[in-house]
T-cell receptor
Framework: ETGVTQTPRHLVMGMTNKKSLKCEQH?????MYWYKQSAKKPLELMFVYNFKEQTENNSVPSRFSPECPNSSHLFLHLHTLQPEDSALYLC????????????FGSGTRLTVV | EDQVTQSPEALRLQEGESSSLNCSYT??????LFWYRQDPGKGPEFLFTLYSAGEEKEKERLKATLTKKESFLHITAPKPEDSATYLC???????????FGAGTILRVKS
């Protein structure tokens, strides 16, 4: 495996379900990110983890709960979501301090019914 | 407020018809400007990084340029396979935050 891997690729869940998105990076980076991408809107930064510590939470509702057990893995736990939460959820990683951009995974297409 | 604006929102070109995409930014400090390509249902794919005004980067039919206020992505003699959404992003000087524009949807018809 190379780069950033996200699973599952597609997820349909009811508003009362609990599910988790998984992200794994194989690049040796020390920072990981969750972004939300909705139609015709810029990518929205949700959470930032530097060296496994959460350093940013951009006013994300508590029904989204991130977890970063180590510098290679990142999870997004979902519960009691709303239909407007349907979007493409992208994970990315980077090496802090090198001024490089992020490497993105292929995303999870989430549909809340 | 830090902001990245891309124009046009959508662009339709005939194969071989050259054009440019614009990315303008108002940020408190710039460490770098990035161009990404995104195909439907996939994550953004890195194209270029520009760090200072006057810098230019090229890759096949694409050329990116940077001034103090904006960046251009020039597409020369595009082909249908260049159809995608092109995203511009700014890496802030402080912190490690990448702020994106809304993107330009490019369609190239043969």
């Amino acid at each position: 495996e190379t780069g950033v891997t996200q699973t599952p690729r597609h997820l349909v869940m009811g508003m009362t379900n609990k599910k988790s998105l998984k992200c794994e990076q194989h690049l040796g980076h020390n920072a990981m990110y969750w972004y939300k991408q909705s139609a015709k809107k810029p990518l929205e930064l949700m959470f930032v983890y530097n060296f496994k510590e959460q350093t940013e939470n951009n006013s994300v509702p508590s029904r989204f709960s991130p977890e970063c057990p180590n510098s290679s893995h990142l999870f997004l736990h979902l519960h009691t979501l709303q239909p407007e939460d349907s979007a493409l959820y992208l994970c990315a990683s980077s090496q802090v301090g090198q001024g490089n951009g992020y490497t993105f995974g292929s995303g999870t297409r989430l549909t809340v019914v | 407020e830090d902001q990245v604006t891309q124009s046009p929102e959508a662009l339709r070109l005939q194969e071989g018809e050259s054009s440019s995409l614009n990315c303008s930014y108002t940020v408190s400090g710039l460490r770098g400007l990035f161009w990404y390509r995104q195909d439907p249902g996939k994550g953004p794919e890195f194209l270029f990084t520009l760090y200072s005004a006057g810098e230019e980067k090229e890759k096949e039919r694409l050329k990116a340029t940077l001034t103090k206020k904006e960046s251009f992505l020039h597409i020369t003699a595009p082909k249908p396979e260049d159809s995608a959404t092109y995203l511009c992003a700014v890496l802030m000087e402080y912190g490690n935050k990448l702020v994106f524009g809304a993107g330009t949807i490019l369609r190239v018809k043969s």
